[in-house]
C-alpha cells in the first residue's frame, strides 16, 4: 500500500487548502479514500442517530502534478485512512507560498500522511517543513461503511440563495432557536422559518429556480400531477445549518437543495472540479 503526490501549482495548492479548511469545519475526523483518479473526503456519521453525513469528491488531476498509489489489492486498488482534517488543515497553512508540497504515506513508528512544505528561501538551498499526520488504516473489511450515500427520492429540489445571504439570516436565527424549518416549493420559493413560544420568523426567498432534473428526472414524474406551490419542509438542528454555511470556503458556482419532508434535508455544493454533499436529518 503505497501513496505520494505532489502540487507544485500555487493556485491549485491554494485551492486545495481551501477545500480542506471547509472540510475541518464540518467534521472533526473524516475518511480519506484514495483511488486512481480521485480523492474522496467522507463523514459518515449514522443519519438515524441525528448525525449529519458528507461526501465531498474531488479530481486528483485538477491540483497535483504528481500522483501515485498503490491500493490494498490489485483488484481493490484503493485506500481508506481515517484522520483529522483539521490537522492536514494547520500543515497546509504553512504552505501559502510554498514552491512545492509533498505528500506521502509513511509507516515509521505508526501509519502517517507527511506533508513535506518547501519553501522559497533567499539561498540557493529550499527550506523544507514537514508535519507527520497520523492516520489510522480502515481495513477492507469495513470500507463498504463508507460509500456514497444514497439520495432518498425528494419532494422538493431547488437552488439556494446567495450563501452569504442565507449565512446572515441563519447567523441572526441561531440567536433564538436550536431549529430551524427549511421549506420550499417547485416554484422556486423558499422559507426559512424559527418558531417559538416567544417568536416566529420567516425569511421569504423566491425566484430561486429548480435543477432541470426536478422535473425530467424519473424519481420526480410525480412533480406532474403535483401542486407547484405546495410546501415541503423539514426541521433542522441550526448548527448544523450554520456550521454548513459558516465553514464554506469552496466559492461554489451552484448549490443545491433537496427535501425530502419530514426526513432529510440534502446540500450539494458544486464548483468545476469539485462536488461537496451535505446530508442533515430533520428533526421529528
Request: proline content about 4%; hydrophobic content about 45%.
Amino acid at each position: 500500500m503505497r501513496f505520494r503526490a505532489k502540487i507544485v501549482d500555487l493556485a491549485c495548492l491554494n485551492h486545495f487548502s481551501r477545500i480542506i479548511n471547509t472540510i475541518a469545519k464540518l467534521a472533526k475526523t473524516c475518511i480519506l479514500r484514495l483511488t486512481v483518479c480521485k480523492l474522496y473526503f467522507i463523514l459518515s456519521d449514522k443519519v438515524a442517530s441525528g448525525g449529519a453525513s458528507m461526501w465531498c469528491e474531488l479530481s486528483q488531476g485538477n491540483f497535483f502534478d504528481e500522483f501515485q498509489m498503490e491500493g490494498v489489492a490489485a483488484e481493490h486498488n484503493e485506500i481508506y485512512l481515517e484522520l483529522v482534517p483539521e490537522n492536514l488543515s494547520r500543515a497546509l497553512k504553512t504552505a501559502q507560498s510554498a514552491k512545492a508540497v509533498k505528500i506521502k504515506l509513511t509507516n515509521k513508528h505508526c501509519p502517517c500522511l507527511r506533508v513535506a512544505v518547501e519553501l522559497p528561501s533567499l539561498s540557493s538551498s529550499s527550506r523544507i517543513v514537514t508535519h507527520d499526520i497520523p492516520v489510522g488504516v480502515i481495513p477492507r473489511r469495513m470500507w463498504n461503511d463508507f460509500r456514497e450515500p444514497s439520495v432518498p427520492d425528494f419532494d422538493v429540489s431547488i437552488y439556494l440563495p446567495v450563501l452569504k445571504t442565507m449565512k446572515s439570516v441563519v447567523e441572526r436565527m441561531k440567536n433564538l432557536s436550536n431549529f430551524i424549518v427549511i421549506e420550499a416549493n417547485l416554484s422556486g420559493e423558499m422559507n426559512l422559518k424559527i418558531e417559538t413560544d416567544l417568536v416566529s420568523v420567516t425569511t421569504h426567498f423566491k425566484d430561486l429556480g429548480s435543477p432541470p432534473w426536478a422535473s425530467e428526472d424519473g424519481c420526480q414524474s410525480s412533480a406532474q400531477g403535483r401542486n407547484l406551490e405546495s410546501m415541503a419542509e423539514a426541521c433542522i438542528d441550526i448548527k448544523k445549518l450554520q456550521q454548513l454555511l459558516a465553514g464554506q470556503q469552496v466559492n461554489p458556482t451552484k448549490v443545491l437543495c433537496n427535501i425530502v419532508r419530514k426526513r432529510i434535508v440534502h446540500f450539494i455544493l458544486l464548483h468545476e472540479e469539485v462536488s461537496l454533499q451535505y446530508f442533515i436529518p430533520a428533526i421529528a
